[in-house]
């Protein structure tokens, strides 16, 4: 046993980010260890449950970023990476986890499902619908395993292996994963505007405020690690791409501040994001943004500061992606044509 006692836990690069520029970023950092107390809890609760050597419950969305606020939802996905089967045969079934998860919020099917990693692999043309596409790209951009942290690892690289079986070139981003993770921003904007066309009012402030800001973040969290593998021959793109897409986007996207010499627009940036996860996690706040219409938006005073808060998380992103070299040098080769 050491004398001086365990070793400190390594500080993150969204710790350091806070340290070398003042922005204490409390909101944030507040709600790693509330979800880190919360997996802790869910974990404890589900521990009689049985778990496929080849099968990890995995956590999305707010608990996969390690943002959880008062009014996240409990988003998981049971993934097998083994051997193909139908969802039935995956253990745990859905209804097990019932005792550390609530039931689904939304009705999109996205989330509270068992998958298998060879049907996520299925990238491009009619099998990859937008259910499909969606849970691929939130596996990689946005997940953290809740049980069988193997499994889940081992799923990301089934998942970054489909993507580079025949896209891997020394100091090259991938393209074929590239293109996908723009897709994906994409469909989110398309499905943002569609369905406020088909007359699907409800929560339009709320949604808009998260594409301004946590969809952004997520987005350029994804775009990042894709453009270092300029940086590196072809056989550690893999080793690369996995070890970034087991970080937190946050993590991910702060690391990138600091290396670029961009620590003051990271600052900007995430004292931006800090304060728009306070106003989510205020419930009258949060309450709010849900009920208002489109129309009824531009009066509200707490949707102006949620747009004016975006505002200022698109700016550090964009000096970040454009104003430093090579990434604007990489996103003017390789995000246009």
Known sequence: MDPRGPAPPPVTPLEELARRTGEPLPVLLGARERTAGRVAQARAALAGVTLDPDVSVVLMGSWGRGE???????????????????????????EELRAAMRPPAGEQGIFNRAVSVTQLANIGLDADDNANTTRRLLLLLESAPLLGADAHRAGLAALLDAYLAADRKDRRPPRFLLNDVVRYW????VDFEGKAREGDDRKWALRHAKLRTSRAMLFAGGLLPVLECHHVVADAVPGLLLEQFTLPPTDRLAAAFLAYDAADAGARTFGAYDRFLGLLDDPEARGELERLTRDEAITSPVFQTARRLGREVQQGLLALLFEREPLRRLIRQYGVF
């Open 68 to 94: 959880l606020t008062s009014g996240s939802d409990d988003d998981v996905l049971v993934l097998a990476t083994g051997e193909d089967r139908p969802p039935e045969a995956i253990r745990p079934g859905v």
């Open 186 to 189: 994409r469909t989110i904007c």
